[in-house]
């Protein structure tokens, strides 16, 4: 997510960290990179124009601290631009009465379904009832589709075998009402673009169901594309907000940097990978310092605590301490990232982690696959004591697993020198980490 991007404003900055003294020559000539940089990533040319010149004016205008370097300072320009290009805060969701509807609008193929699914997982998660009613009623196996997220976050899907959408939703609030949910998500139908009879019939049921929020659902990849689409649905609804999908898979960001300064609406949230749970609010400043390369640890914690059992993170903690971590717990390990998503993404989290490290470490998510592969083809009695595994063991893991002996010889390798390092960790106390409590949170 944002590799491209990132990876330019890295390269600015590593020029600007050098200055000794702001001036107008070293101004013009970052602003001037800056605005390419956008540009290359597709955003929108009026905000990327608007974007550059707040930052210009405001770097000609600063007053240089003495305790804080030229060019740190002119980063700490850029970074809180980029913020409020973004839009300051968190964006909430508005649930004021009983059910709350929420209606998704999009073109055909942005992944609205999904993300209906995605959202009443999400809020289902919070305590609420949620209700999906299925209004999408031309898009071959789109109920289908629907009921089988539902069934997937164990949440209810209204469905008629009826030709009118207005009536769909207006009787599916009714039902939910009765059932004393919490909310009601709306499906509705997409095109494959913008047109009279799509708009009206979406007009129509916002109208019908006087709707609490209604969220334009973009693809993230579509750059420009996804604005245009925004602000067409924003003339002919009362858009109060955005939900970006697909951004996972987006290495530029210009849909993300472009929408509010274009539309005035604000991105409640970006889907950040196919699962359930990819799902996250947009909060501009943890966006701004991805972008910037700045990493993202409170997100990285968040997916952390809730992936990680804290009896769990607690086992692991001793096994660490008194060495006795096994090839099993390794594979935990790795089962347990894979379900907090991209490898790649979690490891842009880390501050100073930067594209180019990236790019070198060769991260791959298949590479876990493998591992666990390899693994899954050992017997209890190797994964628990590796040193067992000799020259025809290590045959037989091969053929199991689909992997050349050379990568079975890498992973014993690997994991001896871990152990090894383990060990020596081990001689300091919680590896001079904060005390943890007796179910394994950090006091």
């Not at 047109?195 to 916002?206: F, R, T």
């Not at 898979?249 to 409640?268: F, H, M, N, Q, Y």
């Not at 609010?281 to 700045?294: C, H, N, T, W």
């Not at 960790?425 to 949170?441: A, H, Q, S, Y």
Request: proline share 3%; charged share 25%; aromatic share 4%.
């Amino acid at each position: 997510m944002f590799g491209q991007i990132t990876e330019r404003f890295e390269s600015i900055f590593r020029t600007v960290r050098g200055l000794g003294k702001i001036t107008d020559k070293n101004i013009n000539t970052t602003v001037r990179e800056v605005r390419r940089a956008l540009l290359e990533a597709d955003v929108n040319f009026t905000a990327a124009k608007s974007f550059v010149s707040r930052v210009q004016e405001k770097a000609q205008g600063t007053k240089v601290i003495q305790s804080v370097k030229p060019g740190q300072q002119f980063i700490k320009i850029i970074h809180d631009e980029l913020v409020e290009l973004l839009g300051q805060k968190t964006a909430e969701l508005t649930l004021e009465s009983s059910p709350s509807i929420i209606l998704l609008a999009g073109l055909q193929g942005a992944g609205k379904t999904t993300t209906a699914g995605k959202l009443a997982a999400r809020l289902k998660k919070q305590g609420k009832s949620v209700c999906l009613v299925a209004a999408d009623i031309y898009r071959p196996a789109a109920i289908e589709q629907l009921q089988a997220v539902g069934k997937q976050i164990d949440v209810p899907v209204y469905q008629e075998a009826t030709s009118n959408p207005a009536a769909i939703c207006k009787r599916g609030i009714e039902e939910a009402r009765s059932l004393k949910n919490d909310v009601v998500i709306i499906d509705s139908a997409g095109r494959l673009h913008v047109d009279g009879e799509m708009m009206n019939e979406i007009q129509a049921v916002a109208e019908t169901v006087q709707p609490c929020e209604i969220l334009f659902v973009a693809d993230g990849m579509t750059g420009q594309d996804a604005v245009n689409s925004a602000l067409a649905f924003h003339d002919a609804l009362p858009l109060t907000g955005v939900i970006l999908t697909k951004m996972d898979g987006d290495s530029r960001g210009g849909a993300a940097l472009s929408i509010l300064e274009v539309t005035g609406k604000p991105i409640k949230f970006i889907g950040t990978s196919e699962k359930v749970e990819g799902l996250d609010p947009f909060d501009p400043k943890r966006i701004a310092d991805r972008i910037l390369g700045f990493g993202d640890v409170v997100s990285l914690v968040e997916k952390t605590q809730d992936m990680i059992d804290d009896k769990q993170a607690l086992d692991l903690q001793n096994k660490l301490v008194q060495n006795t971590f096994t090839l099993d717990d390794f594979r935990m390990q790795l089962q347990q990232l894979k379900n907090m998503g991209s490898i790649r993404q979690l490891m842009g989290m880390i501050p100073g982690m930067n594209q180019k490290t990236l790019q070198q470490l060769n991260l791959d998510d298949r590479q876990m696959a493998w591992t666990e592969a390899i693994i899954n083809s050992m017997t209890p009695e190797e994964r628990h004591q590796p040193q067992l595994i000799n020259g025809s063991r290590r045959l037989r893991i091969a053929r199991g697993s689909g992997r050349p002996v050379q990568d079975i010889n890498a992973l014993l390798k690997q994991f001896t020198t871990m152990k090894k390092m383990m060990k020596k960790m081990g001689k300091i106390k919680n590896f001079g980490l904060p005390e943890m409590d007796t179910v394994g949170r950090f006091n």
